[in-house]
C-alpha cells in the first residue's frame, strides 16, 4: 500500500518570501501521479500543482513549484514571493496509474497536511 | 459554471438518526468519491461510484452508504452504525479514466450533539 508523509504540521512564511514543503511517500510502483492540493480556510479543495512520474522536468505554476526526486521518493512545493491568500493547508498526494480499465478505482493517498501560515 | 455542490454545508445530528449528505456534480464526471476529513489525518476514502447503480467500499465503509441512481448525483448517508460521525466531509469526482485530477466539492460539516 502507498503512504504519504508530511513532516511538516504547521509552517509559517513572511509575505514575498519564499517557503517549501516537504512531502515523502512509499510506493513499488513505477508509473503514478503526484499532487499538491491547498485547502484555504473555506476548506475548498484546489489543486496546485501536478507531476507525472514519468516525467523529469519538475512541474511549475506561476509562483508553484515542485522539486520532484523519483528516487528519494520526495516531493517537495516551493512556493515562492508568498502571498497572505496563500495561507491553507496543503495536501500531498499520490495516485497509482493503473491499467485502463481499472484507473476509476485508482484511491488517491493523501498526506495529513501541512498548515502554512503567511504573515504580514 | 460546472462544478460540485454539496449540501448542507453544516449540519447536526443527534445520535442514533441517519441523516443524508448530497453531492451533485454538472460536469458530467464519470466517477465521484465520497471522502471523511478528520484533523491530522488527511482524507479518507469511504465510498467510490465509477458508473451509475454501482459503488465500491473504500478504506472506511463502515457505518456508511450511498447509492448512484443518476449519473450527476452520488448521496452519502451517515448511519446510527458509524460510531464517530462527526467530521468533515468532501464529495468529489474524476471525468473519467485517463483522468487524474479530482475535483471537489466545498464539503460538508456533520457535528453530532
Known amino acids: 500500500a502507498q503512504t504519504v508523509t508530511q513532516s511538516q504540521p504547521e509552517m509559517s512564511v513572511q509575505e514575498a518570501e519564499t517557503v517549501t514543503l516537504s512531502c515523502t511517500y512509499d510506493?513499488?510502483?513505477?508509473?503514478?501521479?503526484l499532487f499538491w492540493y491547498k485547502q484555504p480556510p473555506s476548506r475548498q479543495m484546489i489543486l496546485v500543482i501536478r507531476?507525472?512520474?514519468?516525467?523529469?522536468q519538475n512541474a511549475t505554476e506561476n509562483r508553484f513549484s515542485v522539486n520532484f526526486q523519483k528516487a528519494a521518493k520526495s516531493f517537495s512545493l516551493k512556493i515562492s514571493d508568498s502571498q497572505l491568500g496563500d495561507t491553507a493547508m496543503y495536501f500531498c498526494?499520490?495516485?497509482?496509474?493503473?491499467?485502463?480499465?481499472?484507473?476509476?478505482?485508482?484511491?488517491?493517498?493523501f498526506g495529513p497536511g501541512t498548515r502554512l501560515s503567511v504573515l504580514p | 459554471d460546472g462544478g460540485i455542490t454539496q449540501s448542507p454545508k453544516y449540519l447536526f445530528r443527534k445520535e442514533g438518526q441517519n441523516v443524508t449528505l448530497s453531492c451533485e456534480q454538472n460536469?458530467?464526471?464519470?466517477?465521484m468519491y465520497w471522502y471523511r476529513q478528520d484533523p491530522g489525518q488527511g482524507l479518507r476514502l469511504i465510498y467510490y461510484?465509477?458508473?451509475?447503480?454501482?459503488?465500491q467500499k473504500g478504506d472506511i465503509a463502515e457505518g456508511y452508504s450511498v447509492s448512484r441512481e443518476k449519473k450527476e448525483s452520488f448521496p452519502l448517508t451517515v448511519t446510527s452504525a458509524q460510531k464517530n460521525p462527526t467530521a468533515f466531509y468532501l464529495c468529489?469526482?474524476?471525468?473519467?479514466?485517463?483522468?487524474?485530477?479530482?475535483?471537489f466539492g466545498a464539503g460538508s460539516r456533520l457535528t453530532v450533539l
Open positions: 498526494a499520490f495516485m497509482k496509474h493503473g491499467p485502463f480499465r481499472d484507473n476509476y478505482g485508482q484511491n488517491f493517498v
Open positions: 510506493t513499488s510502483e513505477s508509473n503514478y501521479y
Open positions: 461510484s465509477q458508473i451509475v447503480n454501482d459503488f
Open positions: 468529489a469526482s474524476r471525468r473519467g479514466p485517463g483522468a487524474n485530477v479530482l475535483t
Open positions: 507531476q507525472e512520474a514519468y516525467k523529469q
Open positions: 460536469l458530467n464526471h464519470d466517477a
